[in-house]
């Protein structure tokens, strides 16, 4: 269904998002224009709509300007987790720093540089720079009183990989973030993770001087402040059945 629409322009539309977690923000200028962004990245070629007399879009089903409902078919069947309106629009470097609050918050990939709410464009605590390589299912937890984020464990849309911030070695892993009692001690601490996006089906890569195969995929870990313990929970099926161990790469050379 139609997770996003305007009437004035039938271009501005995000649809078909069904089992596909994502972070939507937009810009109404009345009667001017409207900016859109899919987690992170400008969609112009789809949601930039100049002199168009938007002053309006919906959540969930086709309006036109009456108010009626313009579509039979086609209604958004999902939830939405949060909604944040504010009464002008964001400057690019608080939208950015939104967009990752909540990317942490849901475990939602985006496509620009992670940055804690003390970042002002210059100075201050950018937690993740995409253009390393591993730039594939980033996601994070950690603790910025500024923005009210408080994440204590996150797994991200992929669901393969699952951080807690504490010792849960043989014990049950809390379902929720609000079932975690592990809080970070310090302000603006975090733990994020991304990967080179290879695969993790076979055992496929020589690594550790050959002397042991490993699947293809790489992950790297960025940390700022202080983490605590952690536990790192992969599911015995999602790798190959004779995976016995983690490969911890400490100088980050990959060899």
Same mark, same amino acid.
């Given at each position: 269904?139609?997770?996003?629409?305007?009437?004035?322009?039938?271009?501005?539309?995000?649809?078909?998002?069904?089992?596909?977690?994502?972070?939507?923000?937009?810009?109404?200028?009345?009667?001017?224009?409207?900016?859109?962004?899919?987690?992170?990245?400008?969609?112009?070629?789809?949601?930039?709509?100049?002199?168009?007399?938007?002053?309006?879009?919906?959540?969930?089903?086709?309006?036109? /300007? $009456? &108010?009626? %409902? @313009?579509?039979?078919?086609?209604?958004?069947?999902? *939830?939405?987790?949060?909604?944040?309106?504010? #009464? =002008?629009?964001?400057?690019?470097?608080?939208?950015?720093?939104?967009?990752?609050?909540?990317?942490?918050?849901?475990?939602?990939?985006?496509?620009?540089?992670?940055?804690?709410?003390?970042?002002?464009?210059?100075?201050?605590?950018?937690?993740?720079?995409? /253009? $390393? &390589?591993? %730039? @594939?299912?980033?996601?994070?937890?950690?603790?910025? *009183?500024?923005?009210?984020?408080?994440?204590? #464990? =996150?797994?991200?849309?992929?669901?393969?990989?699952?951080?807690?911030?504490?010792?849960?070695?043989?014990?049950?892993?809390?379902?929720?973030?609000?079932?975690?009692?592990?809080?970070?001690?310090?302000?603006?601490?975090?733990?994020?993770?991304?990967?080179? /996006? $290879?695969?993790?089906?076979?055992?496929?890569?020589?690594?550790?001087?050959?002397?042991?195969?490993?699947?293809?995929?790489?992950?790297?870990?960025?940390?700022?402040?202080?983490?605590?313990?952690?536990?790192?929970?992969?599911?015995?099926?999602?790798?190959?059945?004779?995976?016995?161990?983690?490969?911890?790469?400490?100088?980050?050379?990959?060899?």
């Amino acid at each position: 269904g139609e997770l996003i629409y305007d009437d004035d322009d039938p271009s501005f539309v995000l649809g078909n998002y069904i089992d596909k977690p994502s972070l939507v923000a937009f810009d109404i200028n009345t009667d001017s224009q409207i900016d859109g962004w899919l987690n992170g990245q400008s969609q112009n070629s789809l949601t930039t709509v100049a002199n168009s007399g938007a002053d309006r879009v919906s959540l969930g089903q086709e309006f036109d /300007g $009456s &108010g009626n %409902d @313009n579509q039979t078919s086609d209604h958004w069947k999902g *939830d939405l987790a949060e909604i944040i309106v504010l #009464q =002008s629009n964001l400057s690019a470097l608080d939208r950015m720093r939104a967009e990752s609050y909540l990317a942490l918050k849901y475990g939602i990939h985006l496509d620009h540089n992670y940055y804690a709410s003390d970042w002002d464009g210059s100075e201050g605590t950018t937690l993740w720079n995409v /253009g $390393s &390589g591993f %730039d @594939n299912h980033i996601t994070g937890m950690g603790r910025d *009183d500024r923005s009210g984020l408080d994440q204590r #464990q =996150s797994s991200g849309v992929e669901g393969l990989v699952s951080i807690y911030h504490g010792n849960y070695y043989n014990a049950q892993f809390p379902t929720i973030n609000a079932l975690n009692p592990n809080a970070f001690d310090i302000d603006r601490s975090f733990v994020l993770w991304g990967d080179n /996006g $290879s695969s993790v089906a076979a055992l496929s890569q020589s690594i550790y001087n050959g002397a042991n195969n490993g699947v293809a995929r790489v992950w790297k870990v960025a940390k700022q402040g202080q983490s605590g313990l952690l536990t790192l929970r992969i599911p015995k099926a999602a790798v190959p059945a004779n995976t016995t161990a983690l490969y911890i790469n400490r100088n980050g050379d990959t060899s």
